[in-house]
Nanobody, 115 residues
């Protein structure tokens, strides 16, 4: 089993920044896939950004250039730095990892961007 604990969400004005953290209960090198997803009210869950064990990253077109995914191997934590936030970034954000063929999700954390 893998536990994921997300933190760092909250409310921010448009143009502001937040950093999400996803603390993992297993060594980060044991995951072959880590990513952030989000789900807005009435919408389907969508991928925001992913990072592989090798360090390859990907971003949704809507966040490319504004969001940055990274990891801290010593802390077994994955981050999502979100800059220049827009109201349309408002959603519940989820951390997801793949571990030995199984997917594990965090509990989700609310991000609200409004004035």
């Amino acid at each position: 089993q893998v536990q994921l604990v997300e933190s760092g969400g909250g409310w921010v004005q448009p143009g502001g920044s937040l950093r999400l953290s996803c603390a993992l209960s297993k060594p980060i090198f044991s995951f072959n896939f880590m990513g952030w997803y989000r789900q807005a009210p009435g919408e389907q869950r969508e991928v925001v950004s992913t990072i592989t064990t090798g360090g390859s990253t990907s971003y949704a077109d809507s966040v490319r250039g504004r969001f940055t995914i990274s990891r801290d191997n010593a802390k077994n934590t994955v981050y999502l730095q979100m800059n220049s936030l827009k109201p349309e970034d408002t959603a519940v954000y989820y951390c997801k990892v793949a571990w030995f063929g199984n997917n594990y999700w965090g509990q989700g954390i609310q991000v609200t961007v409004s004035s």
